[in-house]
């Protein structure tokens, strides 16, 4: 789960961090008392989507003005100005896609004088279980632009769970930044604040983009990313509250209220699998026969006939999804549920599209009876190499 930026503000304030004074927005007539509350001389009016490149990115409203999600002002009028041309607009940046994404949130901060522009970022190491730093002196690009031109100026390295985080973490960073004097005190005492929030948090990932170095000698986090852990949500009640249901997928959004794993993909053939592994070959194999997954989408070992019904739901609502294919290796999940759930969505949101069906395992003679004793229009194959010949052939004709 990710946040907005002046959410994640918040957050660091509360462990300590150096951060702008802001206020956001979400009406255009509380703009100008919002940017009267800060004391300038300059206000930054940033954009509030869950997507990167906001500076560099534009409005598709001909009406939003000059392009750029992240604007300077010089009074609090021009401030508030700028929010009324931002806010209800579809700003798009090279995260977002073509689509875009509508700006529903402004926040105007401070300005800060910057003499130096930094990077810093936490994550979760997969390859060594642990949480890992990432530095760079080039600090306000994208770290991958970095990565692929100049790999030299990136430092990482985790920390050991075992022995947890120590002063010297913060004193590499540091080093590794080209900080001096006062300032590696500074950044020791950040990267305390910034390890514990993380751990603290059930964070995946923490961003800082630019960590700056101001005209007074100060570390300040002048832009933040946070995204989060979803498997440990249930345990941060405070973090649910920041989240933003506008800025997700409404079919991922959807997946998520009935436990199911739903990701949506660019491809023609909706997916129905249970078992992420059997979900991934059955994409592959997917791909290997000429066509493109839509989704992936796992029902789990456990799922009922109402998550399966929902699941083929949102598989349809997906307006690129052309046919259907459902692949389940029955172990603890049923045949027969499958079946009973295909046939109950078919008929309460019906088939515009080719449905292929390769079901194996536990009840599959049920299942296949279900679906044969229906009146639904269904593909039988036998094997998954079966299955995804036939869904392909039906989708290209």
């Known amino acids: 789960m990710n946040i907005h930026e002046y959410q994640a503000k918040e957050l660091l304030k509360e462990y300590g961090a150096n951060v702008s004074a802001g206020r956001i927005v979400f009406k255009a007539e509380d703009a100008k008392s919002a940017a009267g509350e800060l004391d300038g001389p300059l206000w930054v009016v940033k954009a509030q989507i869950h997507a990167g490149g906001r500076g560099k990115g534009s409005f598709k409203e001909a009406a939003a003005g ?20 931002m806010l209800g607009r579809t700003l798009v940046t090279h995260q977002t896609g073509p689509e875009g994404k509508q700006v529903n949130r402004v926040y105007i901060e401070d300005g800060s004088g910057i003499k130096t522009e ?71 005492k950040l990267i305390s604040q910034l390890y514990n929030m993380f751990i603290e948090r059930d964070m995946e990932m923490l961003e800082i983009n630019p960590l700056i170095v101001t005209e007074k000698d100060e570390l300040k986090c002048l832009d933040a990313k946070m995204g989060f852990d979803s498997n440990a949500l249930y345990r941060q009640k405070a973090i649910m509250g920041l ?42 194999i997917i791909k290997l026969y000429g066509a493109e997954p839509a989704n992936f989408l796992d029902v789990g070992g456990g799922a009922t006939t109402e998550k399966v019904t929902e699941a083929f739901k949102i598989i349809t609502s997906d307006p690129k999804v052309k046919g259907i294919l459902v692949n389940i290796f029955g172990g603890i999940m049923r045949c027969d549920v499958i079946a009973e759930g295909v046939v109950t969505a078919v008929k309460e949101v019906g088939l515009q599209v080719p449905l292929v069906v390769r079901l194996e395992g536990t009840n599959v003679e049920a299942g296949k009876k279900i679906l044969n004793e229906s009146d639904v229009d269904v593909i039988a194959a036998d094997d998954l190499a079966d299955a995804a010949e036939k869904i392909v052939q039906a989708v290209k004709g």
Do not use: W
């Not at 000059?66 to 041309?85: C, N, P, W």
């Not at 060594?128 to 306000?140: I, K």
């Not at 997946?255 to 979900?279: H, Q």
């Open 118 to 188: 930094l990077y810093l970022a936490l994550l979760v190491d997969r390859n060594t279980s642990c949480v890992s730093f990432v530095a760079s002196t080039e600090g306000g690009m994208d770290i991958e632009e970095v990565a692929a031109s100049t790999p030299e100026k990136i430092v990482s390295f985790s920390v050991d769970p075992a022995s947890g985080l120590s002063a010297f973490h913060g004193r590499r960073v540091a080093f590794a930044l080209g900080l001096e004097g006062a300032l590696v005190k500074q950044c020791v």
């Open 243 to 284: 989240r933003d249901e506008t800025e997700e997928d409404p079919k991922e959004l959807a997946a998520s209220k009935f436990d199911l794993n739903y990701i949506a993909l660019d491809g023609e053939i909706g997916c129905m699998v249970n078992g992420a592994g059997l979900a991934m070959s059955t994409m592959d």
């Open 66 to 85: 000059q392009a750029g999600g992240v604007r300077l002002t010089k009074s609090a009028a021009e401030a508030a100005d700028e929010v009324h041309k």
